[in-house]
């Protein structure tokens, strides 16, 4: 593995760690800090997993295109399609005043990160 892609899992891996302590707490979780991370790991594997196969990447935090670059090399990616678009918003939506993140949403999105986290990490080379 080279030392590019491990840095992006070690990234991916922070924000995993983030957002599964942050679920676990009893007094005042943050749910916005859950979702942010939560989308924040999937798109480090994803970005993890391109780096890998040598495509190529604009710096962006959509995971829609990112997936969709790494499709035709991985089609069995699709299955985790609805879990891309489901975190794709949380990249920003609940960082500022106007929205915030519920418990039923930060669950969703722990989900979410945890099946494209299982999907990637294999491909990776690493236990899932």
């Known amino acids: ?3 590019i892609v ?3 899992i070690e990234k991916a891996e922070q924000d995993y760690r983030t957002a599964e302590r942050e679920m676990r707490v009893h ?3 943050s749910y916005d800090v859950i979702c942010f991370h939560a989308q924040q790991c999937a798109e480090k594997y994803l ?6 196969q040598q495509i190529p990447f ?9 997936l969709g670059l790494a499709v035709p090399l991985s089609p069995d990616l699709n299955a985790i399609r ?3 678009l489901l975190l794709n918003d949380y990249a920003v939506e ?12 930060a669950r969703a999105a722990i989900e979410a990160m945890r099946a494209v986290r299982a999907l990637i990490r294999p491909k990776l080379g690493l236990l899932s």
């Open 94 to 105: 609940f960082r500022y005043p106007g929205q915030s993140a519920t418990k039923e949403e």
């Open 27 to 29: 007094k005042a979780p």
């Open 82 to 84: 609805d879990k891309c």
């Open 1 to 3: 593995m080279n030392e």
């Open 47 to 52: 970005k993890a997993l391109l780096v890998q």
């Open 6 to 8: 491990a840095e992006w």
């Open 58 to 66: 604009r710096l962006i935090h959509d995971l829609e295109v990112l």
